[in-house]
């Protein structure tokens, strides 16, 4: 398996991949699937300065991981969101671990100093045919800590979810840090 830089060429297949999180899972809070051109948009604006890569192995794509801006105002400008998304039938093969490897070291390169993940989650003993709590259980493996909980946030398939924060430092908070290095990234694999 090897990591490598989406590029708009991807977006066909990335959305294959995506497409089953949206129309069946509420990890995704989408109610439809991107139209193809939509998703390149997205490809090159999001690539344009943050990391945006996948996993492949024998030529196809097993997943995805990329970066955005956490918030809007230039304060924020070492905090990141990060997301995953890995195809269905390559869960739990290391896929994810590898790419969120890549992408930190890639992010940390740049000089972010702080991971964030918006998840949705079921709270409690809840069971749920369209959600699990996979991701947070795969974010706190890989070092996250759960910060903060948004109650019945989100609702999709005529059901309320919760949404966590988790966060992951990943770099010394001096004072007066250097600039980050937007658009300036390569992979860093882990």
């Known amino acids: 398996m090897t990591v490598q830089k989406v590029s708009i060429d ?14 069946k899972t509420a990890i995704s809070f989408e109610y439809e699937v991107p139209s193809p051109e939509e998703f390149k948009g997205r490809i090159r604006d999001i690539s344009a ?13 097993l997943g995805y991981a990329y970066a955005t801006s956490f918030k809007g ?11 995953i998304y890995v195809r269905e039938d ?8 590898v790419l ?17 993940a918006c998840i949705a989650y079921l709270s409690g003993d809840r069971k749920d045919d369209n959600l ?7 974010h706190k493996k890989l070092g996250y800590e759960l910060v903060g909980t948004f109650h019945d946030s ?15 430092m990943i770099g010394e908070h001096d004072v007066n840090p250097p600039k980050v290095r937007f ?6 694999n882990a």
């Open 183 to 188: 658009g300036n990234w390569d992979i860093k």
């Open 49 to 61: 300065k943050f990391p945006y890569i996948k996993a492949v192995e024998d030529g196809e794509i």
């Open 154 to 168: 989100g609702y999709k398939f005529e059901k309320w979810y919760d949404m966590i924060w988790m966060e992951k």
């Open 10 to 23: 991807d977006a066909e297949e990335l959305l294959k991949i995506y497409a089953p999180y949206v129309e």
């Open 73 to 83: 105002r230039r304060a924020y400008d070492w905090s990141v969101e990060t997301t």
């Open 132 to 138: 699990t709590n996979d991701s947070y259980n795969f």
């Open 90 to 97: 390559a869960k739990r093969k290391g896929v994810g671990k």
């Open 100 to 116: 969120y490897g890549a992408l930190e070291n890639s992010l940390k390169d740049m000089g972010i100093l702080n991971l964030n």
